[in-house]
């Protein structure tokens, strides 16, 4: 899964839970460089921000998703926790 397929998972994942619930564009930020492995120290440096701001963002992220997929979601287990999930979700889709 590419972290363009996974923040598409999580903005579904998200907005399936509260319509009206869309990640903004620091949320779909500190999620794709997440994804690739980068810190939120890091993260911070390269978009101008406070690292204790960019962490808080992730923090509450990550607090979402892990009540949208129903298992404790951080930014060192994200990967494994929406492979797991989207394995999961083909499952249940019947075979035709």
């Known amino acids: 899964m590419t972290g ?3 923040l598409t998972l999580v ?3 998200l907005n399936s839970r509260n319509p009206r619930t869309q990640l903004n564009n620091l949320q ?3 999620f794709l460089e997440t994804w690739s492995g ?3 120290r890091q993260i911070a440096q390269q978009l101008g921000y406070q690292y204790d701001y960019i962490k808080q963002v992730g923090s509450r992220l ?3 998703l892990s009540q949208a997929v129903g298992e404790e979601v951080s930014k060192q287990n ?3 926790v929406l492979r797991r999930y989207q394995q999961s979700k083909k499952k249940e889709i ?3």
């Open 4 to 6: 363009q397929e996974a």
């Open 78 to 80: 994200i990967q494994a």
């Open 11 to 13: 903005d579904t994942l």
């Open 38 to 40: 980068n810190s939120y």
């Open 94 to 96: 019947p075979s035709l």
């Open 62 to 64: 990550w607090r979402s």
């Open 28 to 30: 779909s930020i500190v």
